[in-house]
């Protein structure tokens, strides 16, 4: 067959591959992030404060900088026309981030006026820009935006700005971003939101669980995504591939819309399951439920028939204000999910910020720290808080008087915190009595998150001081392999089948078998039907995960039976390659 060769304009790159963090298909106009700030807190300080005002503005200085850095090395992956265009821009940025005119300026700014760090970056770059516009020279204008944009970054970082502007969106947008953080992540609404797609950003992100816990499609990780894809151009995000299309032509528009129909078919048959019991075909009974990310993913996890919430996360309680929510609004939140579900467990995690997950309202109280996922986070912060807790305790006590809680503690390394929250949870519970308060009866069991290595090896110990344990495997394989869940330059090192994280779950599950107390895993493997058979092969008969997985995961549990997974587990626990671990696992599953 013959092909004209003629009249063919030169393939442009059009599609973008990145992470696929979260399935399905979304088709829609792109909406790309601008970084301006709306409004700037304007405050005088006291002298005694300046100093502490300088080093809020270094870090994030320090983070703006960070951030340049990692957008530079993903530009690396771009094709040759498209960095010669890039990379002397984001060079440019990085030069004016080091640039003792900008950030000498703003730290005398501070000193001399005696205001927020915020107020002296507005007014040095304002001064900086109408320099360069006196000149009188258009390319020494231009450099003004430039400045204007970093500035704008430093901002960002210094008031942790979200994205207010999503509730404007018209329904079916793709957002496109550098980067989105969780609390912007979740003023997103998904009736407005089709998709979105950032440059920055790792698979196990609290971004990706997330949008996966919304079930907005979203690719993570694309290089350069908000410089290509210019605003209002319609764009594909497909969740599943990890590839994001440009201004699709009309055939492949019509193959993703197929596409996007037939996962809509297989959703309506799953959706069927719904009220199915969850048991392997020789009889094992494994009990599904919800992560709840958001009082809104109720929803989803009603549809997904789930039989209790195994992980409430609180944070969204802490997030996107400047201050810290009452006991009363925590109690009334918290209230809400307990009676929407009826009886059924809900399982509450009190507050894990920090790592990545930095509360606005608590940014003064976690001070930035070189290795912020190993520094105060979640319990520590707690106990080292303890207004804190004993607030988001006595909530969770008298949410407990309108259905069966649990209180799970996020990121337990040894017995004695354990214990700490126990003597802390007793003065509570008298305070409320003192109070003639409605709590729950009889006190709530008190379970652990199992996510750092050295609990997981002394699971035995930890077992005799707990109700229940939970297996947090998104941190519990960023701990053991040492690699940044978050950090999408070292995602394809990732990998839970590890034969390390495989030994640290079993040894937990015996354990916690042995003292006779539940253990969950409520990582993202457990909503990812893979690893069904391994973990129900573990001995695991508890799951919980984002309440869109809950279908396909029972969907394989019901086709499964535990005597073989059993002993497929005990091949894979024998050996050391993962490789050969994924081939047995996968193997097994396709015999299914
Ligand atoms: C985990 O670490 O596996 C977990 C469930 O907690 P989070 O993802 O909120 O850190
Ligand atoms: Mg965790």
């Given at each position: 067959m013959k092909t004209s060769t003629t009249a063919r304009r030169p393939a442009r790159p059009t599609s973008f591959e990145g992470i696929g963090v979260s399935g399905g298909i979304a088709i829609g106009p792109a909406y790309v992030l601008e970084g301006g700030i709306a409004q700037v807190p304007e405050f005088t300080v006291e002298a005694h404060a300046l100093e502490a005002e300088v080093d809020r503005f270094k870090a994030a200085l320090a983070k703006a900088r960070r951030q340049i850095r990692k957008l530079r090395r993903k530009a690396e992956a771009l094709p040759v026309s498209v960095l010669e265009e890039l990379g002397p821009l984001l060079d440019a940025h990085a030069a004016m981030l080091d640039s003792s005119r900008l950030a000498g300026g703003v730290e005398s700014a501070i000193r001399t006026r005696s205001v927020n760090a915020e107020a002296a970056v507005q007014a040095v770059v304002g001064e900086l820009v109408r320099g360069l516009e006196a000149v009188g020279d258009a390319y020494l204008a231009s450099r003004g935006q430039d400045i204007r944009e970093v500035g704008d970054r430093i901002l960002r970082h210094l008031t942790a700005t979200p994205y207010h502007a999503f509730a404007l969106l018209t329904p079916g947008t793709i957002v496109v971003a550098e980067e989105l953080s969780p609390a912007d992540t979740a003023l997103m609404d998904p009736a407005l939101v089709g998709g979105f797609a950032t440059a920055l950003g790792g698979a196990d992100s609290h971004t990706a669980i997330m949008a996966r816990s919304m079930g907005i499609p979203a690719v993570l990780g694309v290089p350069a995504v908000s410089a290509r894809v210019r605003p209002g151009v319609r764009l594909i995000v497909d969740g599943e591939a990890g590839r994001i299309i440009v201004d699709p032509d009309a055939d492949t528009l019509a193959e993703y819309r197929r596409k996007a129909e037939a996962r809509k078919r297989l959703e309506r048959q799953l959706a069927r399951l719904r009220a199915m019991p969850a048991t392997t075909t020789d009889g094992v009974r494994i009990a599904l439920q919800a992560n709840l990310?958001?009082?809104?993913d109720l929803e989803n996890a009603h549809q997904g028939g789930a039989e209790g919430i195994g992980l409430l996360r609180t944070e969204f309680l802490f997030m996107n204000r400047p201050d810290l929510p009452t006991e009363d609004e925590q109690y009334a939140a918290l209230r809400q999910v307990v009676e929407s579900m009826q009886g059924r467990p809900v399982t509450i995690r009190t507050l894990d910020v920090?790592?990545?997950?930095?509360a606005t309202a608590l940014g003064e109280r976690i001070a930035e720290s070189a290795n912020p996922a190993l520094g105060l986070r979640a319990i520590r912060l707690a106990l080292k808080e303890p207004k804190l807790l004993e607030t988001q305790l006595s909530a969770i006590l008298r949410a407990g008087a309108h259905g069966p809680v649990r209180i799970l503690l996020p990121m337990i390394s040894s017995i004695s915190q354990v214990r700490a929250v126990r003597a802390i949870l007793a003065r509570v519970v008298s305070r409320l009595k003192r109070r003639k308060a409605r709590i729950a009866r009889p006190i709530p069991p008190v379970g652990i998150m199992i996510e750092v290595p050295g609990a997981a090896l002394t699971a035995d110990a930890l077992a005799r001081e707990c109700d229940f344990m939970a297996l947090g495997t998104n941190d519990l394989t960023m701990y053991t392999l040492a690699?940044?869940?978050?950090?999408?330059?070292?995602a394809d090192l990732y990998n839970p089948l590890h034969p390390a994280l495989l030994r640290l779950i079993q040894f937990t599950v015996e354990a916690a078998l042995r003292n006779g107390i539940p253990v969950s895993v409520c990582g993202e493997i457990a909503g990812d039907p893979r690893y069904a058979p391994l973990l129900v092969g573990l001995g695991v008969r508890e799951l919980s995960m984002a309440a869109t997985a809950l279908p396909r995961v029972k969907q394989r549990i019901r086709r499964l039976a535990a005597g073989p997974a059993t002993q497929r587990a005990r091949a894979i626990m024998d050996q050391a390659d993962e490789t050969r671990i994924a081939t047995l696992l996968d193997d097994f599953n396709e015999g299914l």
């Amino acid at each position: 067959m013959k092909t004209s060769t003629t009249a063919r304009r030169p393939a442009r790159p059009t599609s973008f591959e990145g992470i696929g963090v979260s399935g399905g298909i979304a088709i829609g106009p792109a909406y790309v992030l601008e970084g301006g700030i709306a409004q700037v807190p304007e405050f005088t300080v006291e002298a005694h404060a300046l100093e502490a005002e300088v080093d809020r503005f270094k870090a994030a200085l320090a983070k703006a900088r960070r951030q340049i850095r990692k957008l530079r090395r993903k530009a690396e992956a771009l094709p040759v026309s498209v960095l010669e265009e890039l990379g002397p821009l984001l060079d440019a940025h990085a030069a004016m981030l080091d640039s003792s005119r900008l950030a000498g300026g703003v730290e005398s700014a501070i000193r001399t006026r005696s205001v927020n760090a915020e107020a002296a970056v507005q007014a040095v770059v304002g001064e900086l820009v109408r320099g360069l516009e006196a000149v009188g020279d258009a390319y020494l204008a231009s450099r003004g935006q430039d400045i204007r944009e970093v500035g704008d970054r430093i901002l960002r970082h210094l008031t942790a700005t979200p994205y207010h502007a999503f509730a404007l969106l018209t329904p079916g947008t793709i957002v496109v971003a550098e980067e989105l953080s969780p609390a912007d992540t979740a003023l997103m609404d998904p009736a407005l939101v089709g998709g979105f797609a950032t440059a920055l950003g790792g698979a196990d992100s609290h971004t990706a669980i997330m949008a996966r816990s919304m079930g907005i499609p979203a690719v993570l990780g694309v290089p350069a995504v908000s410089a290509r894809v210019r605003p209002g151009v319609r764009l594909i995000v497909d969740g599943e591939a990890g590839r994001i299309i440009v201004d699709p032509d009309a055939d492949t528009l019509a193959e993703y819309r197929r596409k996007a129909e037939a996962r809509k078919r297989l959703e309506r048959q799953l959706a069927r399951l719904r009220a199915m019991p969850a048991t392997t075909t020789d009889g094992v009974r494994i009990a599904l439920q919800a992560n709840l990310e958001l009082p809104r993913d109720l929803e989803n996890a009603h549809q997904g028939g789930a039989e209790g919430i195994g992980l409430l996360r609180t944070e969204f309680l802490f997030m996107n204000r400047p201050d810290l929510p009452t006991e009363d609004e925590q109690y009334a939140a918290l209230r809400q999910v307990v009676e929407s579900m009826q009886g059924r467990p809900v399982t509450i995690r009190t507050l894990d910020v920090g790592g990545e997950k930095l509360a606005t309202a608590l940014g003064e109280r976690i001070a930035e720290s070189a290795n912020p996922a190993l520094g105060l986070r979640a319990i520590r912060l707690a106990l080292k808080e303890p207004k804190l807790l004993e607030t988001q305790l006595s909530a969770i006590l008298r949410a407990g008087a309108h259905g069966p809680v649990r209180i799970l503690l996020p990121m337990i390394s040894s017995i004695s915190q354990v214990r700490a929250v126990r003597a802390i949870l007793a003065r509570v519970v008298s305070r409320l009595k003192r109070r003639k308060a409605r709590i729950a009866r009889p006190i709530p069991p008190v379970g652990i998150m199992i996510e750092v290595p050295g609990a997981a090896l002394t699971a035995d110990a930890l077992a005799r001081e707990c109700d229940f344990m939970a297996l947090g495997t998104n941190d519990l394989t960023m701990y053991t392999l040492a690699i940044d869940r978050g950090d999408e330059q070292v995602a394809d090192l990732y990998n839970p089948l590890h034969p390390a994280l495989l030994r640290l779950i079993q040894f937990t599950v015996e354990a916690a078998l042995r003292n006779g107390i539940p253990v969950s895993v409520c990582g993202e493997i457990a909503g990812d039907p893979r690893y069904a058979p391994l973990l129900v092969g573990l001995g695991v008969r508890e799951l919980s995960m984002a309440a869109t997985a809950l279908p396909r995961v029972k969907q394989r549990i019901r086709r499964l039976a535990a005597g073989p997974a059993t002993q497929r587990a005990r091949a894979i626990m024998d050996q050391a390659d993962e490789t050969r671990i994924a081939t047995l696992l996968d193997d097994f599953n396709e015999g299914l």
